[in-house]
């Protein structure tokens, strides 16, 4: 049973601190998607990834995240320096064409 | 106003009643809708989708699009406990593959 996988689970860090998100998509699939979910925001896109090539990251702060996939089996995502606004659950989500599979998520907290 | 717009909720039903969930959308190049399903501290899971127009079942699932009214949703007959969770709305353009999400319901079915 083919999923999406996310490391860290849980993440707790103090305001300033580096935080670094990986996550493994399914074998296969093309496309790689970062999402962030709040009560108040929802889920939103961050950035997204077809073929390792980044496509869309206007969801992100530019200033302080930033998005990469060294190989077709890793996504990570960064936050530096972090804060305590960034605390939420980040999603990993994996595909090809429409279809989009989620990760566990990182639950992240910044103190 | 957010492209798509999702009844908020939340919903207590009995077991066994029938549960319905809609969403409207903005977006006219939205072609490809989906359904998925949340439960607590987990990611969201897809359920179902369709394209266009129409309705698609899926045992006790049933999703309707209305294209022309912008307007879809989701039935669940015979609701079960193990239901109870946050269901989503998702929408895709053909053009970028982006997932536009509804806030979700949170839906809790009563033994």
């Known amino acids: 049973d083919a999923r999406v996988t996310q490391t860290p689970r849980h993440k707790v860090t103090e305001m300033g601190q580096e935080v670094t998100m990986r996550c493994q998509p399914i074998?296969?699939?093309?496309?790689v998607f970062w999402y962030r979910q709040t009560m108040m925001q929802g889920l939103e896109l961050l950035a997204y990834?077809?073929?390792?090539?980044?496509?869309?990251d206007s969801g992100m702060p530019k200033d302080r995240f930033s998005a990469e996939m060294p190989d077709a089996t890793l996504a990570t995502l960064k936050i530096q320096p972090s804060e305590p606004r960034d605390s939420a659950v980040y999603f990993c989500?994996?595909?090809?064409?429409?279809?989009?599979?989620f990760g566990p998520g990182t639950r992240l907290t910044v103190t | 106003q957010k492209e798509v717009e999702q009844d908020p909720g939340p919903l207590s039903v009995p077991e066994g009643a029938i549960v319905s969930l809609n969403c409207t959308y903005s977006n006219s190049a939205f072609q490809y809708f989906m359904w998925y399903r949340q439960y607590s501290r987990k990611g969201p899971e897809l359920l179902m989708y369709?394209?266009?127009?129409g309705n698609k079942e899926d045992g006790r699932f049933t999703a309707q699009v209305d294209k022309s009214s912008k307007y879809i949703s989701l039935f669940i007959r015979d609701s079960q406990p193990s239901d109870s969770a946050t269901y989503l709305c998702a929408m895709i353009s053909s053009r970028d593959y982006k997932l536009s999400f509804g806030a979700g319901t949170t839906v809790t079915v009563r033994a």
């Open positions: 369709t394209y266009s127009s």
């Open positions: 990834f077809r073929n390792r090539a980044p496509l869309d």
């Open positions: 074998l296969g699939h093309n496309t």
């Open positions: 989500a994996s595909g090809m064409g429409y279809e989009q599979y």
